[in-house]
Nanobody
């Protein structure tokens, strides 16, 4: 049974930084791809960052070079480093990932539980 467990959210002042972590628990071989999304109160969930299986990355237009997604397969962890945070970055952040769980190519896909990020002005 695989789960994605998030940590690292919290309250930070505008201009500050946070690093979100998303650990895949259970027996996994590697990440195929992974992403971070966010949902602000009263708004739809939106893409923050995605890391494709070929290593390429894509970011939401609002990121503008402030965030970085990365994967550490040795630690079964996906990270989102967020710098120069703004009050409008306040939201619940969710990770999702497709992970390889079997040598036969079997995969698992799911979401983390979400973590609150609040940026004060």
């Amino acid at each position: 049974q695989v789960q994605l467990v998030q940590s690292g959210g919290g309250l930070v002042e505008a201009g500050g930084s946070l690093r979100l972590s998303c650990v895949a628990s259970g027996r996994i071989l590697s990440f195929n791809d992974a992403g971070w999304y966010r949902q602000a109160q009263g708004k739809e969930r939106e893409l923050v960052a995605v890391l494709e299986r070929d290593g390429s990355t894509n970011y939401g237009d609002f990121v503008k070079g402030r965030f970085t997604i990365s994967v550490d397969n040795a630690k079964n962890t996906v990270y989102l480093q967020m710098n120069s945070l703004k009050p409008e970055d306040t939201a619940v952040y969710y990770c999702n990932a497709e992970v390889k769980i079997g040598a036969d190519g079997a995969t698992w896909w799911g979401w983390g539980q979400g973590t609150q990020v609040t940026v004060s002005s």
